[in-house]
Every structure is written in structure tokens, then in C-alpha cells.
């Protein structure tokens, strides 16, 4: 029955299903449905088969189907189902929970559970405000993001974040108080850069002309990505994470690493902040923690942090927020095998081993037409196409478009595509992703 979709299509009805983040119209017109996935494919459901050049969205990277999680998850959804997530828990989330800690960064082992990525972030910033007021730091409300800055679409991570089109339309609801430093990107400056580009490092300066500005003991936190990924893989300069962490430290502010995208092995070690040597005081996760299979996420914190709060009565609850699902059974059995798995396999290893054949086989694109630069850190890569002149966006559309004739399931945002492989890729792989991203920029107008 895998493939009975197939058959079915022409007669589903697409207008009741409002997509997110989608051009409706435009896709309804040309509609493109995944009938299944195995390893690093998906089938579609007119029978194309495309490499899985994105990782789904970041969050699958041992690959589809993977029978250690398919099978944990089936054996847990016959054994409990759910468990009331408040008062009473089960021992998924504890063992998942502890399993998280020894990963992290030292120090940081106090994990509280979400369904996603945008609930980890609104999580950690209340963390954040409610840490700074539980001490008796009540003018610490200043929340500090980035431009170009991606934090999910909840209400607190579209205020700290940067992206104008995710914020235009909800002005009246932004969060106030709010900063943004300037993002790192600078084209002139590190155009095709391997890795980390040398120029940046100063632009953390900005972090302090704000604490200068507001001073320091109003700003509760600095929520930044490790990497920034949504934007297309803005890489952070050398030096310039350092920089955040020493004026943090140096002022009593908490710095969040949103690691949605670069937990668990994307840039070749557990976290971001280990391959970068800069611990922040709180980490928001989610995406592969899971392989994707079971919505998930969660936030890390320094045991100082949790601790500020464990002060009152003990019976008393200690901080009023989470969800009805948050360590669902289903969500830690599948993190737990992913984890497993993650482990057995040396996957993030991998990963790491990989990441110089990708930046080899993406930087090859140099040149070809249309490439306007190309960056790449961890297992991830963009390419910046050169704008359709007064089509914006249209370029890189169709170049998503040839990519699925070609074997590609590609992705874009505005004229970026962005790659990020899953670790179960083989170099050969790899490379051919490249090459066959070589001849949809040969066949694009
Ligand atoms: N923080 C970061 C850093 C993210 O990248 C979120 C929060 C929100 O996660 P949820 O689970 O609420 O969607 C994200 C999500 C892309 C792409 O193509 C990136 C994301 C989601 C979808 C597509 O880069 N990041």
C-alpha cells in the first residue's frame, strides 16, 4: 500500500490545506506530493526519485525509514501512548533528558522538553526574563537578537528575530524592548569563503554599544544561531562568537545559542558551541534530535540557572510554563534511538569527515552561471544566485523546479539554494549532488 497515493491524487481536493511558508496559489497549480522516503530519498508521488539534499528540513540526517526509530517508536506507541506530561512524567523523558546532558557543553545539563524549535526559543527567552527577576533583577528585560536572525514563528522568536518578511505583517504584536546587532554577512568582504570567513569579528562590538546605550543591567539576554542557517548559511567570523560570550559574561547577560539547526552533528560535533569553543548559558534544540520522525525540541540550561529557580516552597511549582506534549513517549523514544544510533554509527564523526568533500564539491560551482558566491560550514552550503532582473526569487524557483527533473529536492529562499546532506551520504553522493546542481544552473534562463 506504500504507493497507493499515487493513484489517488488527481482526485484530492487541495484548496482545504492552507501550507506554511508556501506559495499556495503557485503550488496548488503545480502541485508536488512525497509518496515515501528511504536513506537519503524521497519518492514522489509521479514517481521521481530525488536525493534528500536539505536533510528534510535540517531535522533527518541518519536518513528515512530508519528501522532502529521506526521500530522504537512502534514499540512504544503499544506499550504508552502518552503520559500526562505535568505532575507525572514516565521514564522516556528522564533517561532522554540525561542522554541530552552528557552531550552538552560542560556545566550545561538541565533540559526541559518542547514540540519544536520556535517553542525552544519562546522557552528560553522566558527562562531568561524569569531568571533575571527570581534573582531580583527586575530591570533585566531587554532582549537582544540578530539580523537575519531565524528563532521559529512564535511571537518571542519573531521579535528577536531578523528576517523582515517573517515580521512585517505583525508589527503591532513584536515583542518591545528588543535590539538586533548587525548580522555578519558582508559580500565584499568574504565572497566564497571556506569555513569560517577572517572579517567580523569587530561587528560583536555593537552587542556592547547597546549595553552602552540601555546599560548593562537592562538586558536579560543575546539569543544568536551558532551558524545561521534560514538566512543561507551566514557562518560566524573568526573571533566573533568570543567576542558575544566576553561582553555576556562581562555584564551579567545571558547569551542563548539557538542550535535548532546545528545540534547533534550538523556542523560535526554534538552542538555548535563545542566545534566553536564558545559556551552560551542556554541552547535551544530540536529537528534531528529526533531524525525528524516525532516533532521535538527542548532547551539546555547551566545547572545555575535551573537552580535559581528551585528556591521556593517545595511543593510549590517552579516555573509556570511547558506543554500538554512536552517528553511525549513517542518523541523520546524516537530521540533515544536516534541517539543510539547516532553513537553506534559514529554519525556525527561522519558528518565531520564529510564536510571537506562538500565544501570541495559546492565550491566547485565557482564560476558556473549565475553563482554570486558560495559558503559553506559544518555539513551545510549555500549558493547565492544573481537575481532575475525585477524577478526576484524567480531564479532560484526554477532552479528548485529542474532540480526535481535532475534528481534533486532542493532548497530555496529567495534567489539561495541551501544544502545540508544527510550524514548517511556517501562522498559519491555528495559529489553528484554537486554535479547535477552544476547542470540545472546550465539549464536556468
Ligand atoms: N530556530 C532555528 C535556528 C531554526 O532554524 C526554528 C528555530 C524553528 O523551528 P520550528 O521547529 O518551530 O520550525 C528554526 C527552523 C530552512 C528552514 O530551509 C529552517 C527552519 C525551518 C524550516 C526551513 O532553512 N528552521
Known amino acids: 500500500m506504500r504507493h497507493s497515493w499515487s493513484m489517488n491524487i488527481a482526485s484530492l481536493d487541495l484548496a482545504p490545506y492552507w501550507m506554511p511558508f508556501t506559495h499556495n496559489r503557485y503550488f496548488k497549480q503545480r502541485p508536488k506530493l512525497i509518496a515515501s522516503a528511504e536513506g537519503a530519498y524521497f519518492t514522489l508521488t509521479d514517481g521521481r526519485r530525488v536525493f534528500d539534499c536539505l536533510s528534510g528540513l535540517w531535522c533527518t540526517p541518519l536518513g528515512h525509514s530508519h528501522a532502529r526509530i521506526v521500530g522504537a517508536i512502534q514499540r512504544q506507541v503499544s506499550?504508552?501512548?502518552?503520559?500526562?506530561?505535568?505532575?507525572?512524567?514516565?521514564?522516556?523523558?528522564?533517561?532522554?533528558?540525561?542522554?541530552?546532558?552528557?552531550?552538552?557543553?560542560?556545566?550545561?545539563?538541565?533540559?526541559?522538553?518542547?514540540?519544536?524549535?520556535?517553542?525552544?526559543v519562546d522557552t528560553a527567552l522566558k527562562i531568561a526574563i524569569a531568571y533575571h527577576r527570581i534573582r531580583g533583577e527586575t530591570n533585566r528585560t531587554?532582549?537582544?537578537?540578530?539580523?537575519?536572525?531565524?528563532?521559529?514563528?512564535?511571537?518571542?522568536?519573531?521579535?528577536?528575530?531578523?528576517?523582515?518578511?517573517?515580521r512585517a505583517m505583525f508589527t503591532s504584536m513584536?515583542?518591545?524592548?528588543?535590539?538586533?546587532?548587525?548580522?555578519?554577512?558582508?559580500a565584499s568582504k568574504m565572497r566564497f569563503s571556506r569555513g569560517q570567513p577572517t572579517?567580523?569579528?569587530?561587528?560583536?562590538?555593537?552587542?556592547?554599544?547597546?549595553?552602552?546605550?540601555?546599560?548593562?543591567?537592562?538586558?536579560?539576554?543575546?539569543?544568536?544561531?551558532?551558524?545561521?542557517?534560514?538566512?543561507g548559511v551566514i557562518v560566524p567570523p573568526?573571533?566573533?562568537?568570543?567576542?558575544?560570550?566576553?561582553?555576556?559574561?562581562?555584564?551579567?547577560?545571558?547569551?542563548?545559542?539557538?542550535?535548532?539547526?546545528?545540534?547533534?552533528?550538523?556542523?560535526?560535533?554534538n552542538f555548535g558551541s563545542q566545534r566553536l569553543g564558545v559556551t552560551p548559558d542556554l541552547i535551544t534544540f530540536a529537528k534531528a534530535i529526533t531524525n525528524g520522525v516525532v516533532p521535538f525540541g527542548g532547551v539546555i540550561a547551566r545547572q545555575a540557572i535551573h537552580d535559581a529557580f528551585m528556591t521556593g516552597p517545595p511543593h510549590a511549582?517552579?516555573?509556570?510554563?511547558?506543554?500538554?506534549y512536552s517528553g511525549h513517549p513517542m518523541?523520546?523514544?524516537?530521540?533515544?534511538?536516534?541517539?543510539?544510533?547516532?553513537?553506534?554509527?559514529?554519525?556525527?564523526?561522519?558528518?565531520?569527515?564529510?564536510?571537506?568533500?562538500?565544501?570541495?564539491?559546492?565550491?566547485?560551482?565557482?564560476?558556473?552561471?549565475?553563482?554570486?558566491?558560495?559558503?559553506?560550514?559544518?555539513?551545510?552550503?549555500?549558493?547565492?544566485?544573481?537575481?532575475?532582473e525585477g524577478q526576484p526569487g524567480l531564479r532560484a524557483l526554477e532552479a528548485f523546479e529542474r532540480g526535481l527533473d535532475a534528481g534533486l529536492l532542493l532548497r530555496f529562499t529567495g534567489d539561495t539554494l541551501a544544502v545540508g546532506p544527510p550524514f548517511i551520504a556517501s562522498p559519491d553522493e555528495i559529489r553528484e549532488m554537486a554535479r547535477l546542481i552544476r547542470g540545472v544552473l546550465h539549464d536556468i534562463k
Open 174 to 186: 513584536l515583542v518591545p524592548g528588543i535590539d538586533h546587532i548587525p548580522h555578519t554577512y558582508n
Open 79 to 120: 506499550q504508552l501512548d502518552y503520559s500526562p506530561a505535568f505532575q507525572m512524567s514516565h521514564a522516556g523523558a528522564f533517561e532522554l533528558a540525561a542522554r541530552i546532558a552528557r552531550l552538552a557543553p560542560e556545566g550545561m545539563n538541565r533540559v526541559f522538553f518542547t514540540n519544536s524549535g520556535s517553542e525552544s
Open 238 to 269: 573568526r573571533g566573533y562568537l568570543e567576542r558575544l560570550r566576553s561582553i555576556c559574561t562581562q555584564h551579567g547577560i545571558l547569551l542563548i545559542f539557538d542550535e535548532v539547526i546545528t545540534g547533534f552533528g550538523r556542523v560535526g560535533a
Open 142 to 166: 531587554r532582549l537582544i537578537g540578530r539580523e537575519m536572525g531565524y528563532h521559529g514563528v512564535g511571537i518571542g522568536g519573531i521579535s528577536v528575530g531578523g528576517l523582515p518578511n517573517n
Open 331 to 388: 518523541a523520546c523514544a524516537a530521540g533515544i534511538a536516534t541517539l543510539d544510533a547516532m553513537e553506534e554509527t559514529g554519525a556525527i564523526a561522519r558528518s565531520a569527515a564529510l564536510e571537506p568533500v562538500l565544501e570541495e564539491a559546492m565550491h566547485s560551482l565557482r564560476g558556473e552561471p549565475h553563482v554570486a558566491d558560495i559558503r559553506n560550514f559544518g555539513l551545510a552550503a549555500a549558493v547565492d544566485l544573481t537575481p532575475r
Open 317 to 324: 511549582i517552579e516555573l509556570f510554563h511547558g506543554y500538554t
Open 199 to 231: 572579517w567580523g569579528a569587530h561587528l560583536a562590538d555593537e552587542l556592547q554599544k547597546l549595553v552602552e546605550k540601555h546599560g548593562p543591567d537592562t538586558i536579560a539576554a543575546v539569543i544568536v544561531e551558532p551558524m545561521q542557517g534560514s538566512a
